[in-house]
């Protein structure tokens, strides 16, 4: 259970201090790589520019994907992990302040696994935190790896 | 003669092509004025939420982690700062559902007000078991209109009766469709706080109330909601009531 990965994109301080408070909070204590925006989320996942060398048969478990992201937003990560031998089996929770039916549509139309509003009240946050750490790591069986 | 007519059809028809071109004009500019609100209401959604966010996040971290050095007093601010910003997120909320009222495609089809409003009385009722509110809801109630808007409208009327006619111990809700001059006025009438006539201009717009927030929750837009979908719908809306008698609101569509 320990070595399951959470990657979460994030570029916004604040909201990934909640996010890591909330998960302690929840006792839930997997390790957790930031991506600060799109192209070091990638980064990550393909083992290129900064994590170039990575073993990237280690996937995440959960990828916690927000929307609007610097240089490459969420939904273009979303479309390039999808594009991907390696990664488009990998379990992705959009997690942003929109509920615009658009980025809903959009989500789910390249291929997001789960779509959720970051609650304003922290005391539903955690509650949103808790239950996304449950399941996806806890309860759901991640895609075997093909390799 | 026949050398006047033509010249009066040239001029027409010139008149025509000019008409033309200023109405493709306006509404290259009518789409354009669209496109720059939705990006507007999108960056209301998403950028102004994160920073409120961050407001009782960390409230709510400083209660947790250093409650224990302050005060029944300092906690209590904390409290009204988390109260205060939840209360903004819901406003940020219900200004983008209005604006979302007046964007987007509107059908024109026959539409069961009564189903539409049995459905929402229903809801209402079992997320109150509680409320003993008598519902009664004419048949037939068809109308034209976009379905989706016009269930907003009877979920705010509705609601509205709900909520005003909290404080009694028993309710009545009516809704059904009188005729005025041979057109359908359809009217949802509840016997619940009412309010004074002389503010019924105010009833209608964005954020405005009356009564405090204290006394009946609310954030004051489900009527000016109301009134942009009835106004799209090229109808009018309006109310009448006694304080302590009930409201009843009108609508054509």
């Known amino acids: 259970m320990s070595e399951k990965i959470i990657l979460l994109v994030e570029d916004n301080a604040d909201d990934e201090e909640l996010t890591l408070r909330a998960l302690k909070k929840n006792n839930i204590q997997n390790e957790v790589v930031i991506a600060r925006d799109g192209v070091e989320a990638l980064d990550y996942l393909f083992g290129t520019g900064a994590y170039a060398g990575r073993d990237t048969s280690n996937v995440p478990s959960v990828t916690l994907l927000d929307l609007k992201l610097p240089k490459v937003d969420g939904l273009e990560v979303l479309k390039r992990l999808r594009a991907d031998e390696r990664t488009k089996l990998l379990p992705v929770v959009i997690l942003t302040s929109s509920k615009e039916e658009q980025d809903l549509l959009n989500g789910y139309k390249f291929g997001a696994n789960s779509y959720i509003r970051k609650p304003v009240d922290f005391a539903q946050f955690m509650e949103a935190v808790r239950n996304l750490g449950l399941y996806w790591l806890l309860l759901n069986e991640s895609p075997p790896s093909e390799r | ?253």
């Open chain 2, 1 to 253: 003669m026949l050398a006047r007519i033509q010249e009066q059809n040239a001029e027409l028809q010139r008149a025509r092509d000019e008409m033309e071109q200023h109405v493709i004009a306006r509404t290259a500019q009518l789409e354009a004025a669209n496109k720059e609100l939705e990006s507007f209401s999108y960056s209301v959604s998403h950028d102004l939420r994160a920073p409120l966010r961050g407001i009782d996040g960390f409230s709510q971290a400083l209660l947790e982690d250093y409650g224990d050095r302050l005060d029944a007093q300092g906690k209590s601010y904390l409290q009204r700062v988390r109260a205060a910003s939840q209360r903004m997120a819901e406003l940020i909320d219900d200004m983008l559902s209005l604006s979302r009222v007046s964007r987007g495609e509107m059908k024109s089809e026959t539409v069961d007000l009564g189903a539409l409003a049995q459905n929402i009385a229903a809801e209402l009722q079992s997320a109150d078991r509680r409320r003993q509110v008598e519902f009664t809801i004419a048949a037939g109630l068809l109308a034209k209109g976009d379905t989706r808007l016009l269930r907003v409208v009877l979920e705010n009327l509705l609601r509205n009766a709900w909520k005003f006619t909290g404080k009694n111990s028993t309710a009545k809700i009516e809704v059904g469709v009188d005729r005025q001059n041979g057109q359908p006025v359809y009217f949802v009438r509840d016997d619940g706080a009412g309010f004074d006539m002389a503010y019924a201009e105010k009833l209608f717009g964005a954020f405005q109330r009356l009564h405090s927030s204290t006394e009946f929750q609310g954030t004051g837009i489900g009527l000016a909601t109301v009134q942009r979908v009835i106004r799209r719908h090229g109808g009018r809306v309006w109310a009448e009531s006694k304080v302590g008698q009930g409201a009843t609101f009108y609508f054509t569509l």
